[in-house]
């Protein structure tokens, strides 16, 4: 399920020198990647994963959009649209299939895209699926072009057609499917190819969450870890958590650790700030890369703007990853922009790296 990082193949052109701040031997956060990790794919993070709408925090266009599909189908006793949500990683795509399954009282067949190797794969999970069973695709842009071509059918006519032998000999069977919701979830939605988006019938996009809304998660996860929490200590973990449930989630696990190794009573906001500090987690949840690629620009290149190339090589990650990872949360927290000729650092991304924004430097100068 992971994104995995690459190094660059090729050194771009115009690559940064290195910059000239004290960034040595950076500490990698990993705390503050919002893919998850193996232990969260285990059986222990399911006991935190929300298992109906009300326990569902925020996302609140999405779930009222899912709330009429699903009486509608209820109501003609169909089975629901195939649903496409797309958006970063650790908002809460998969958890939402699993909640869409269990309000239609159905099961849910999880996999991702890079796990169906083969056509027999994708044939295989076709075949199985109970009537009125969800099955959920993540990464679903990664698809191989023979597999989406043996879903189109599928999703619109419930039938699979397979080739049997080979050459002119060869026949084309159809097989009836039992009628299923597919439910796809992407980091990129421009990447899937039309036909295969639209036989969507919903496409819906994930938000980040706000600092309050992941103030509830931290409250109701702490709850079921039997942790003591104060509302301003789960408020100092929301606002490092880059607007994501898993990150907020892990965060306070982290948090929990230290308040209990310094034998704290219960997380406050002074113990939560300490224990983050400590993990190098920054007050707007930035971490050493985000800052890299800021201060980068910054330095070398006046806040830019600056191609997407420059800042994978000023950071080491490939610009899969910067595209998808870290430039939605800098967006989104307004530190980082996109124009036509490249992406913009704003005024306050400069102030929070603490140097002085162009348009002050400007007016000291006359
Ligand atoms: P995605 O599939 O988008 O990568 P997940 O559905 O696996 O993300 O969510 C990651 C974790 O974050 C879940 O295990 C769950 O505990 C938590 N989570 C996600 N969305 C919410 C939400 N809206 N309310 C509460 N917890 C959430």
């Not at 705390?31 to 285990?42: I, K, M, N, R, V």
């Not at 639209?198 to 309050?212: E, I, K, N, S």
């Not at 230290?258 to 949840?285: H, M, R, W």
């Not at 950071?315 to 910067?322: F, R, S, V």
Request: hydrophobic share 40%.
């Amino acid at each position: 399920m992971a994104i995995i990082s690459s190094k660059q193949e090729s050194e771009p052109e115009n690559q940064p020198p290195a910059p000239s701040r004290d960034r040595s031997n950076p500490p990698r956060v990993d705390l503050l990647q919002p893919q998850a990790t193996d232990y969260e794919q285990g059986k222990q993070e399911d006991s935190i994963r929300p298992q109906r709408f009300a326990d569902y925090i925020g996302q609140k266009d999405l779930k009222e959009v899912l709330d009429i599909a699903i009486k509608a189908a209820q109501a003609r006793n169909e089975t629901l649209d195939h649903l496409l949500l797309y958006g970063p990683p650790g908002l809460g795509k998969t958890t939402m299939a699993l909640i869409l399954a269990a309000s239609m009282g159905v099961s849910c067949k999880i996999t991702s895209a890079p796990a169906i190797e083969s056509p027999r794969d994708i044939v295989g999970l076709l075949v199985s699926l109970k009537p009125g069973e969800i099955l959920f695709i993540d990464e679903i842009h990664r698809l191989s072009r023979m597999a989406e071509e043996i879903l189109y059918p599928a999703m619109e006519d419930y039938r699979v057609d397979i080739t049997i032998g080979k050459g002119k000999g060869a026949k084309t069977r159809s097989i009836a499917l039992q009628k299923f919701t597919l439910v796809g979830a992407t980091t990129r939605a421009g990447s899937l190819s039309s036909p295969l988006r639209d036989r969507f019938g919903l496409v819906q996009r994930l938000r980040f969450y706000q600092p309050d809304e992941l103030s509830q998660i931290i409250l109701r996860t702490a709850q079921i870890l039997q942790t003591e929490i104060s509302d301003d200590g789960a408020a100092e973990i929301a606002v490092r958590s880059r607007g994501t449930p898993r990150i907020a989630n892990r965060l306070l696990k982290r948090v929990r650790d230290y308040a209990q190794v310094k034998a704290a009573a219960a997380i406050n906001a002074t113990v939560a700030s300490q224990a983050l500090e400590l993990f190098q987690v920054d007050p707007c949840g930035l971490d050493w890369t985000d800052r890299q690629m800021l201060s980068v620009m910054i330095e070398q290149f006046n806040g830019g703007p600056v191609g997407i190339e420059t800042m994978a090589a000023a950071t080491g990650e490939d610009t899969q990853t910067i595209e998808e990872v870290y430039e939605p949360y800098l967006m989104q927290i307004g530190y980082l922009q996109r124009t036509p000729r490249g992406r913009v650092v704003t005024a306050s991304a400069y102030k929070h790296l603490g140097f002085k924004p162009p348009n002050e430097q400007l007016s000291l100068l006359q």
